[in-house]
């Protein structure tokens, strides 16, 4: 049995001088990352992102977290923070805040990417429901500070591939917990604003409670290259090459995109932008005019006909090999304003993320096919992390030195790696804490564990709504991949109890034609005698139609069987019956 934590530690466990600290996603993973942090009566949360499914989900678009653990304490969440406008971390805002009407704070570009969210849905098939009335959104800048129940949230600028991007200071009454959110350490960033490590120097010195580290490049030694060396990169490229560029990326990164622009510049091409995504990115960041660019430049797709090859680049979606990409669709020649030809170059300015190869190498190999030239991470340095990498994590460490230790954003071996390193720096080990989602960490001054855990496994959304792919659905989509399917069609005579014609026996994806017949045959058979025990019986005691007898599944259970011991597949059935 627990032992009752409260006998041991009647002082240091009082009723309320204890955080809690529960992720909701993002441990041992990549994505949805979410964290919920109470003190007493008051909940805040921090970020509500997507993730995306693995191939053993089969038709699921994509995956929020599970916010359940909220919902008998809908009265004391007091806020929502948002680190940054990455889809990992505020993709399910449409989903949270029509559940959770709370204050939503966050940067400008952050908020501006949610307002586009907020007034897409509705409109999407991926997420069907009505808009979501009157959002409390508030723009806040790095530096400011927010009172959100007991708690105060101060935003701290860091560096990231996406503008406005910050670390939160999160107050709470027993001491201070410090959330890095996505960042890297840059000494030259792109818009000249580089980590604001004086403050968190400052706060280290004011002592840190608890320190919540993203942790994915944890494998990657030393430190990461400023986004500026891309910058260079495409200025050597663009001075060689002669025909028409085209330059996929992640639309987010608005930072990648003012060095393209700045290198057109430079060589006197125009800019068209393709992709919806990058349409909508390019306007969020340059309606906040954070993207710097000559009157003439940026001309519309509609219009590079007007111009010279020599005298176009085209920023492209598309950079991880997604189907419906404008780059995709300009590799397999299905794209209606643009034609990939020998005289083109490529750049592929992302980086591959694990999952993505094979599609994004089959666009490679599609341009290629038509004469293009493609130029991708490997074979120059087009493209840089926005994540830090360990000799970063060190230095944030080193600067914050916090009681407990919490890694974050990655899979097992990045937490676990992250938390060695901040043992090797002398946080002791039992003050490190590599999670699952749903864990309730607790902790004060003087004691940390985990105390429980609450569902947390993520809820699958596909097509046609919230949560409605439940697992019975997943199973039959695996089924149907794996064993095909089997479907039995049969007329039933209601009056005679008997079958009113031979059943139908259909089998799609299930064994070779060849061996069908056999498989076929024994079926029909079962079903011969199966309906002949039921007029048997009909007599005695049992009145039972034979329609009955069918729908609650006894012939599914023997139907099954025949498949299964004469071919060791479990392809998926179907019994149909009308009644005459
Ligand atoms: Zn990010
Ligand atoms: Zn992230």
């Known amino acids: ?37 109470q003190w007493g009566n008051d909940i805040i949360l921090v970020d509500v992102g997507i993730a995306f499914p693995d191939e053993d989900m089969p038709g699921v678009d994509l995956i929020i977290p599970d916010f359940s653990w909220l919902k008998n304490q809908k009265d004391r969440i007091r806020a929502i923070f948002l680190t940054h406008g990455h889809e990992d971390h505020i993709g399910a805002i449409t989903w949270f805040l029509r559940e959770y009407p709370i204050p939503v704070y966050g940067t400008a570009m952050t908020i501006k990417l949610v307002e586009n969210k907020l007034s897409d849905s509705g409109k999407g098939a991926r997420d069907q429901g009505s808009a979501i009335q009157n959002p409390k959104l508030n723009v806040v800048k790095d530096g400011d500070r927010v009172r959100a129940g007991a708690f105060n949230v101060e ?117 068209a932008l393709v ?14 005019n954070y993207i710097d660019y000559r009157k003439n430049t940026i001309i519309d797709i509609k ?43 490529v750049l592929m300015s992302s980086s591959m993320i694990p999952g993505n190869e094979k599609a994004i190498y089959r666009v490679i190999d599609e341009l290629v096919k038509r004469g293009a030239k493609v130029i991708y991470h490997d074979l120059a340095d087009i493209h840089v992390s926005g994540h830090c990498y360990s000799g970063e994590m060190a230095l944030l460490i080193n600067l914050l030195k916090p009681k407990y230790f919490i890694p974050s954003h990655g899979e097992y071996r990045h937490l ?28 004060n001054n003087r004691f940390a564990e985990v105390v429980g855990y609450t569902e947390a496994a993520g809820v699958l959304i596909d097509g046609s709504g919230i949560g409605d792919v439940d697992d019975l659905v997943l199973r039959d989509r695996l089924l149907l991949a794996d064993d095909g399917v089997v479907a039995i069609f049969m007329v039933i005579d209601s009056v005679q109890n008997d079958l009113a014609a031979e059943p139908i026996i259909e089998a799609k994806g299930f064994i070779y034609k060849s061996e069908i017949n056999d ?48 071919t060791r597949r479990r392809p998926m059935l179907i019994i149909s019956t009308v009644e005459l």
Request: charged share 25%; net charge neutral; hydrophobic share 40%.
């Open 275 to 288: 992709g919806r995504s990058m349409l909508n990115a390019f306007e969020a960041a340059d309606s906040l």
């Open 519 to 566: 498989v076929i045959k024994s079926c029909q058979n079962q079903i011969y005698s199966f309906v002949d025990n039921a007029r048997r019986s009909k007599s005695k005691k049992n009145k039972k139609t034979l329609k009955e007898r069918i729908d609650s599944g006894s012939l599914y259970q023997q139907i099954r069987q025949i498949l299964y011991e004469q």
């Open 155 to 271: 935003f701290v600028h860091v560096n990231h591939s996406i503008a406005d991007a910050c670390a939160l200071l999160i107050e709470t009454p027993i001491g201070n917990i410090f959330h890095t959110g996505d960042y890297k350490i840059d000494y030259t960033p792109v818009d000249g604003d580089p980590i604001d490590l004086h403050r968190i120097a400052q706060i280290g010195n004011d002592g840190v409670l608890a320190m919540f580290a993203e942790s994915c490049n944890i494998e990657v030694e030393g430190f990461s290259p400023s986004e500026q060396i891309v910058g260079e990169t495409f200025a050597e490229l663009f001075a060689k090459i002669e025909g028409r560029i085209f330059v996929s990326t992640f639309s987010s990164n608005i930072f990648r995109m003012q060095q393209i622009i700045t290198a057109a510049e430079q060589f006197n091409r125009k800019v």
């Open 416 to 443: 676990s790696m992250h938390a060695k390193l901040a043992q090797q720096m002398g946080i002791p080990e039992k003050n490190t804490f590599v999670l699952n989602n749903g864990d309730i960490l607790e902790l």
């Open 1 to 37: 049995m627990k032992k009752n934590r409260t006998e041991d530690f009647p002082k240091l466990f009082g009723n309320e001088s204890r955080i809690k600290i529960v992720p909701l996603g993002g441990m041992r993973e990549f994505g949805k990352n979410m964290t919920a942090f």
């Open 303 to 345: 219009d590079i006909n007007k111009f010279a090859p020599h005298e176009l680049v085209i920023i492209t979606t598309g950079s991880q090999g997604e189907p419906m990409s404008a780059l995709t669709r300009m590799a397999f020649s299905q794209h209606r304003q643009v034609a990939i030809n020998k005289n083109d170059t």
